[in-house]
């Protein structure tokens, strides 16, 4: 609500929610193999993404893949592993954001054998798309593990510690508290939460970089310390929405774990709530997919926080702009704190014009202090902001 510092064809979004989960219908693919022993794989977090290196595909390698549960069937491969390892194409599959938006058809391609950490995984198809570009700061990958790779023996995800635990064994029965029963009905794990006395399912998403999400249907029943503001833009396969954010005036739970008053982002068209890496980033969760279970577990050592923005939005320049309006600001962002908001003009950053940046705006967004020159109701302005 998973986002980047420049948004392709759509906006810039410093400080909004990244991407939301991409709910795609699943292609088949060959059983899973068994887990005989236990196997820790280190992992790369890209702001509070899960991103997986040394995979192999078809005995070529190593590949970085990015883990996604949010992710239907045996995951996704990029174009370019496509092409660079001439990938038979087997069909097509219906691809949406599982909020009923417009769908599309994406080819499916084979893959002979996937391993990863020893473990081989064969015949799978997977959906093809390109997933590099408008990639921002998580950098090029190769592919996408979905959930239906791991159906045998235990799925640890320790953000803290920075592994992924693969191990043969079952949860207890669900109580509750400490072990939760994941919705038999749903095609990617999803728990029920509750908001505020309200009992809402929510998808259990590494793949999304956001916190926690919430349709607007579900939004509307909720009771907020006060009403939710723009706070950004997501992308969806079924195009870009705006994202809203809010603090809940109850509390979450989850379990037998509550977070009080947390920021919920609100993107209209959710089916189904969503609890992603920036929420999930401050827990253990063991996944048994078999007995349909998960445990959480408050981390001893929560993963940082990915960086600040300094929550700008406005439209990225398409080449020659002078000046770049301002959409808005996201809330409790550097820039509210600076005074800035909807309607004020940027025409300089660290004394640059905005016609000389060019392609030096992201980087400019990630310097600290930045000083943003503006123009506000024709008078010329200037604050300095800082990311700390």
């Given at each position: 609500?998973?986002?980047?510092?420049?948004?392709?064809?759509?906006?810039?979004?410093?400080?909004?929610?990244?991407?939301?989960?991409?709910?795609?219908?699943?292609?088949?693919?060959?059983?899973?193999?068994?887990?005989?022993?236990?196997?820790?794989?280190?992992?790369?977090?890209?702001?509070?993404?899960?991103?997986?290196?040394?995979?192999?595909?078809?005995?070529?390698?190593?590949?970085?893949?990015?883990?996604?549960?949010?992710?239907?069937g045996?995951?996704?491969?990029?174009?370019?592993?496509?092409?660079?390892?001439?990938?038979?194409?087997?069909?097509?599959?219906?691809?949406?954001?599982?909020?009923?938006?417009?769908?599309?058809?994406?080819?499916?391609?084979?893959?002979?054998?996937?391993?990863?950490?020893?473990?081989?995984?064969?015949?799978?198809?997977?959906?093809?798309?390109?997933?590099?570009?408008?990639?921002?700061e998580?950098?090029?990958?190769?592919?996408?593990?979905?959930?239906?790779?791991?159906?045998?023996?235990?799925?640890?995800?320790?953000?803290?510690?920075?592994?992924?635990?693969?191990?043969?064994?079952?949860?207890p029965?669900?109580d509750?508290?400490?072990?939760?029963?994941?919705?038999?009905?749903e095609p990617?794990?999803?728990?029920?939460?509750?908001?505020?006395?309200?009992?809402?399912?929510?998808?259990?998403?590494?793949?999304?970089?956001?916190?926690?999400?919430?349709?607007?249907?579900?939004?509307?029943?909720?009771?907020?310390?006060?009403?939710?503001?723009?706070?950004?833009?997501?992308?969806?396969?079924?195009?870009?929405?705006?994202?809203?954010?809010?603090?809940?005036?109850?509390?979450?739970?989850l379990?037998?774990?509550?977070?009080?008053?947390?920021?919920?982002?609100?993107?209209?068209?959710?089916?189904?709530?969503?609890?992603g890496?920036?929420?999930?980033?401050?827990?253990?969760?063991?996944?048994?997919?078999?007995?349909?279970?998960?445990?959480?577990?408050?981390?001893?050592?929560?993963?940082?926080a990915?960086?600040?923005?300094?929550?700008?939005?406005?439209?990225?320049?398409?080449?020659?702009?002078?000046?770049?309006?301002?959409?808005?600001?996201?809330?409790?962002?550097?820039?509210?704190?600076?005074?800035?908001?909807?309607?004020?003009?940027?025409?300089?950053?660290?004394?640059a014009?905005?016609?000389?940046?060019?392609?030096r705006?992201?980087?400019?967004?990630?310097?600290?202090?930045?000083?943003?020159?503006?123009?506000?109701?024709?008078?010329r302005?200037?604050?300095?902001?800082?990311?700390?």
């Open positions: 609500m998973k986002s980047a510092a420049v948004a392709a064809a759509a906006l810039v979004l410093l400080g909004a929610p990244p991407d939301p989960v991409r709910a795609q219908s699943a292609p088949s693919s060959g059983p899973a193999p068994t887990v005989r022993r236990a196997v820790e794989i280190p992992i790369t977090l890209a702001g509070t993404q899960v991103l997986i290196d040394g995979v192999r595909v078809n005995g070529r390698g190593p590949y970085r893949f990015l883990l996604d549960t949010g992710a239907q045996a995951g996704r491969a990029d174009i370019g592993l496509v092409q660079a390892l001439d990938l038979p194409r087997v069909g097509t599959a219906g691809a949406s954001d599982g909020g009923g938006g417009a769908r599309r058809e994406l080819a499916v391609h084979r893959i002979e054998t996937l391993e990863v950490a020893g473990l081989v995984f064969r015949d799978l198809d997977v959906v093809s798309r390109d997933y590099n570009t408008g990639g921002g998580r950098g090029p990958i190769d592919g996408v593990l979905g959930i239906a790779l791991f159906q045998d023996g235990l799925l640890t995800l320790d953000y803290g510690r920075g592994v992924l635990r693969i191990e043969p064994g079952a949860l029965p669900a509750g508290r400490a072990v939760l029963a994941l919705d038999p009905d990617v794990p999803t728990v029920e939460i509750d908001l505020g006395g309200h009992t809402v399912k929510a998808h259990i998403d590494t793949g999304s970089m956001g916190g926690i999400t919430v349709g607007q249907a579900t939004a509307d029943a909720l009771t907020f310390t006060a009403p939710p503001v723009a706070a950004g833009q997501a992308r969806t396969v079924s195009g870009a929405f705006e994202v809203r954010q809010g603090r809940l005036a109850g509390n979450m739970t379990g037998g774990q509550t977070f009080v008053q947390p920021t919920i982002s609100v993107l209209p068209h959710f089916r189904v709530g969503n609890l890496g920036d929420f999930l980033r401050g827990q253990v969760m063991t996944l048994d997919l078999a007995d349909r279970r998960v445990r959480f577990t408050p981390s001893a050592a929560p993963a940082a990915p960086p600040r923005r300094y929550g700008l939005m406005m439209n990225p320049p398409s080449g020659g702009e002078s000046e770049l309006p301002l959409r808005g600001v996201a809330p409790g962002s550097p820039a509210e704190a600076g005074g800035l908001r909807a309607g004020d003009v940027i025409v300089s950053l660290n004394g014009p905005v016609a000389d940046l060019g392609d705006l992201p980087g400019l967004m990630r310097a600290s202090p930045l000083v943003v020159g503006f123009i506000r109701d024709g008078e302005r200037q604050v300095t902001l800082k990311l700390d």
